[in-house]
């Protein structure tokens, strides 16, 4: 019998059913909490594969372009698995809306798509997708992409195969070709069957731009394809321009003619002296100038052991670490592809380890908070949230969420100095002596548990979707505005004075032949 809104599924109660094809179906559901979730369901499996597996497989994985995994349970000879729910709507239903996509919102989806199947690739042993088409991908509105089935077995042979049959980089790539093609187009590819029998693909409906990867990744033969997804992503149309580098001018050559030379006083400690007053100059700029990008400090009491300091308004986001990435001050992160896309220019920058978040610190003039810091931040009140002793909420903190949001957005959830997403979005480094540590939750954390308490520790290396961090001002190393006016104005009138004298100084005239 059909299952359908209303009936129950385990602890489930069934709210739409999203997709149904032989032998698997898609439902939205709401648990007895009223919380919202996937139900992925697989009927008669075939023999050896469990969806109690495929949970303990995927459990680990942490991509902004994977649904998060909740359980995995079984009903007769039924399997399923419950995701975090997002709201959205399938990709397929939109192309069947006659609406593909335009050629921006087409890029970016490419670049999640590449993202997530490299991602999927790294692990070890690599997991191939193997079922990639739009009717596994659920477009989210807030902008984000979800793609489902990973290791769901196939059940019928579509489009979207490969030809060969066999599962590795290649076969995904060519899966990922025919989904932009169907993507760009409006209408799936021909069957590979079909293409090997003469039936062309439909090129003039191919933006000219993307010919060349489409051509390449739906090739029949799987040694004409790229080699793995990071050699199709190459062939992709950029969603921006390249930068144009301008060459500075050829400096002047001096004149090779010149016939009378004057000769001066000697200069070398006039050099010694500007070299040195150069230096003075630097530091006294670089102590009275601000940071280079606005973090919108908020004060923060002093406490018992914590003197008062000032911390970032919000976790640092994707733009401002693309400034200091421009200024060449940090290094990109392992997974730089939302810095790249203005979309996330306002989300937490993420996939930074804590050496980076000292580089971007640094270069922002500031440092991490130490742990201390970091707690009376987030609780200077005593209270166990930012907002005080409420339980958090979606108003107050992203948790319990397949993926982080922009920051600042949730100003229920401000601490009472004015900091917000202190708890949730994204976890937090910090300095905590001799461990690395992160602190209060992040998106996928269970609203249950998080709160100003939240603590894990981590090694020096590690990089998650769920990683970020913020700044606090470097109060400590920084002169008052007016010491650092008064060491400039010191070294300008000793540079002045030095410069009169040296004028001053008679000149001898010799001339040369």
């Known amino acids: 019998m059909m299952t359908g809104p209303g009936d129950s599924l385990g602890r489930y109660t069934i709210d739409q059913v999203l997709e149904t094809s032989r032998g698997a179906a898609l439902y939205r559901a709401h648990d007895p909490a009223g919380a919202e979730v996937f139900i992925d369901a697989i009927h008669h499996p075939p023999a050896g594969w469990s969806a109690l597996t495929l949970r303990q497989d995927l459990e680990p994985l942490h991509h902004a372009s994977l649904p998060r995994m909740i359980e995995a349970f079984v009903v007769g000879s039924s399997q399923y698995l419950v995701f975090a729910y997002v709201c959205g709507r399938r990709m397929v239903d939109r192309l069947r809306d006659g609406t593909p996509p335009e050629p921006n919102a087409a890029a970016r989806y490419a670049a999640a798509l590449c993202d997530v199947l490299e991602y999927l690739h790294r692990q ?98 799987p040694d004409d394809r790229p080699a793995d997804v990071a050699a199709f992503r190459k062939l992709l149309p950029r969603a921006a321009g390249k930068a144009t580098i301008v060459l500075p001018d050829e400096p002047t050559k001096p004149s090779l003619d010149s016939t009378r030379r004057i000769k001066r006083p000697n200069v070398a400690p006039l050099v010694v002296l500007l070299g040195v007053l150069g230096v003075m100059l630097a530091f006294a700029l670089s102590q009275a100038l601000a940071p280079a990008v606005d973090h919108g400090w908020v004060e923060v009491p002093a406490s018992a052991g914590v003197a008062a300091f000032r911390i970032a308004r919000t976790e640092v986001t994707n733009a401002q670490y693309a400034a200091c990435l421009a200024a060449r001050g940090c290094t990109r992160p392992y997974d730089a592809t939302r810095i790249d896309d203005p979309a996330y220019a306002g989300w937490p920058v993420v996939y930074v380890t804590i050496r980076q978040a000292r580089e971007y610190a640094a270069w922002a003039g500031g440092r991490l908070p130490g742990e201390a810091e970091w707690q009376q931040a987030c609780a200077s009140d005593g209270q166990p949230q930012p907002w005080g002793a409420m339980l958090p909420d979606a108003s107050r903190a992203t948790l319990d969420a397949a993926d982080a949001g922009a920051v600042g957005r949730l100003p229920g959830g401000a601490s009472r100095e004015g900091a917000y997403d202190l708890v949730g979005n994204v976890w937090e480094w910090v300095d905590a002596g001799g461990d690395d540590v992160v602190r209060g939750g992040g998106f996928d ?29 470097d109060d400590r190393a920084r002169l008052p505005w007016w010491g650092a006016a008064a060491a400039l104005g010191v070294a300008l009138v000793a540079a002045l004075v030095a410069i009169v004298r040296t004028l001053r100084a008679p000149a001898h005239h010799a001339v040369t032949s």
């Open 124 to 221: 070890q042993p690599p997991r191939w997708h193997g079922e990639l088409r739009p009717a596994n991908l659920w477009l989210a509105d807030d902008g984000g992409l979800l793609l489902f089935d990973v290791g769901v077995p196939r059940r019928v042979t579509t489009v979207y195969h490969a030809p060969e049959g066999s599962l590795d980089a290649r076969s995904d790539v060519y899966a990922l070709a025919a989904t932009l093609y169907h993507v760009l187009t409006g209408r799936p590819p021909p069957m590979a069957s079909q293409r090997a029998g003469g039936e062309p693909l439909d090129r003039d409906r191919i933006p000219e731009p993307w010919r060349a990867a489409i051509d390449a990744g739906l090739a029949l033969r």
């Open 445 to 473: 954390t269970p609203g249950v548990t998080a709160g100003c308490a939240s603590r894990q520790a981590h090694r020096i290396a590690v990089r998650q979707q769920n990683i970020g961090f913020r700044i606090v001002a």
